[in-house]
Structure formats: structure tokens, C-alpha cells
């Protein structure tokens, strides 16, 4: 069969398949009747492609054995272990999807109103004034550790709280 026989056949093919389907109109019938008459190959196209048809016809269904039908009962119930993996990439991906929309709602700037924003300003001043507060009352606490501490190392022995100079005295008195 040559190069131009085959693109005749495969220009064809559909006309055959409609042929052999009965979707063909009685003119489209008649042309691809003359076309085979013309083309050997093509008539021989349309004749194997009704024995193939005829042959399948005759193909009875069989019954497939009960050993058989057993297994393939069991195919469902041996495959839901597989499809668990499956069902929780695909919850994971939807919560994974909701939860990113949620956070893109969420992130999307929006302008305060004035009772949000007056709100805000009272909360810095109540805050300033107990970071305020705390420090008074820290520096206060530390002012009077380091007064009691000085007035011990003032009113008593010098040398006890500066090893140092009690050192330098027992050097000047050997």
C-alpha cells in the first residue's frame, strides 16, 4: 500500500465509521460508495471493517467464574486503605486553602474609626503612666538600697567592704 492510499484511507476514515455507525445521509453514503468503487483499497477498508464489526457481534458475554468475582468484590475493601492517605492530603489542602483566605481577609488593611482610635490614645496614656509609676517606684527601691548600703560602709569599717585597703594596712604595719 503506498504513502497516498494511506492519507486516502485516514481522509476516510471517519465516512467509514459513520458508515458502519448508520449516521450516514443517503448522499454521503452514495459518495463514499463511488469513492470505493474507484479505490480498491478503500472497498477493502469498508469490507474489514464490516467483518470486524460482524465478528464483535458475535462475541457472546461470559460470565466470569465466582473466584473471581470474589476478588474483584474485594478490590473495594483492600483499596480504602490507600484512599485514607489520600482523604487527608485532601483535608489538609482544604484547611490549608481555608485557612490561607482567612489570613488574606484578615491582613487586609483597614482604617480605624475615631472610638478605635481615641480608644488607643487612652491606652497609651493608662500605660505610660503605670511604666511611670513602676519606674518611680524602682528608682526609689534602688535610692534607698544603695543610701543604706553607702551609710553602713561609711558609719563602719571601711576595710570590711574594701579587701584592699584592709591588705595594704597589714603590709604597712609589717
Request: charged share 25%; proline share 2%.
Given at each position: 500500500?503506498?504513502?497516498?492510499?494511506?492519507?486516502?484511507?485516514?481522509?476516510?476514515?471517519?465516512?467509514?465509521?459513520?458508515?458502519?455507525?448508520?449516521e450516514?445521509?443517503?448522499?454521503?453514503?452514495?459518495?463514499?460508495?463511488l469513492?470505493?468503487?474507484?479505490?480498491h483499497?478503500?472497498?477493502?477498508?469498508?469490507?474489514?471493517?464490516?467483518?470486524?464489526?460482524?465478528s464483535?457481534?458475535?462475541?457472546?458475554?461470559?460470565?466470569a467464574?465466582a473466584?473471581?468475582?470474589?476478588?474483584?468484590?474485594?478490590?473495594?475493601?483492600?483499596n480504602?486503605?490507600?484512599?485514607?492517605p489520600r482523604?487527608?492530603?485532601?483535608?489538609?489542602?482544604?484547611?490549608?486553602?481555608?485557612?490561607?483566605?482567612?489570613s488574606?481577609?484578615?491582613?487586609?488593611p483597614?482604617?480605624p474609626?475615631?472610638?478605635?482610635?481615641?480608644?488607643?490614645?487612652?491606652?497609651?496614656a493608662?500605660?505610660?503612666?503605670?511604666?511611670?509609676?513602676?519606674?518611680?517606684?524602682?528608682?526609689?527601691?534602688?535610692?534607698?538600697?544603695?543610701?543604706?548600703q553607702?551609710?553602713?560602709?561609711?558609719?563602719?569599717?571601711?576595710?570590711?567592704?574594701?579587701?584592699?585597703t584592709?591588705?595594704?594596712?597589714?603590709?604597712?604595719?609589717?
Open positions: 500500500m503506498t504513502s497516498k492510499n494511506v492519507d486516502d484511507l485516514s481522509a476516510w476514515e471517519s465516512q467509514v465509521n459513520a458508515l458502519l455507525d448508520s450516514l445521509d443517503e448522499a454521503s453514503t452514495e459518495a463514499l460508495k469513492a470505493a468503487s474507484e479505490d483499497e478503500l472497498a477493502r477498508a469498508i469490507i474489514e471493517a464490516y467483518q470486524l464489526q460482524r464483535m457481534d458475535s462475541i457472546s458475554i461470559e460470565q467464574p473466584s473471581l468475582k470474589r476478588k474483584l468484590r474485594y478490590i473495594p475493601r483492600n480504602r486503605h490507600s484512599q485514607a482523604r487527608w492530603v485532601m483535608t489538609t489542602a482544604v484547611a490549608s486553602i481555608a485557612l490561607l483566605t482567612i488574606l481577609v484578615l491582613m487586609q483597614r482604617q474609626s475615631q472610638a478605635d482610635v481615641e480608644q488607643a490614645r487612652q491606652d497609651l493608662v500605660a505610660f503612666d503605670y511604666i511611670n509609676r513602676i519606674g518611680n517606684m524602682t528608682g526609689d527601691r534602688i535610692h534607698s538600697v544603695l543610701a543604706s553607702l551609710r553602713n560602709g561609711v558609719t563602719g569599717n571601711i576595710s570590711k567592704h574594701f579587701p584592699f584592709e591588705q595594704s594596712l597589714k603590709e604597712k604595719n609589717t
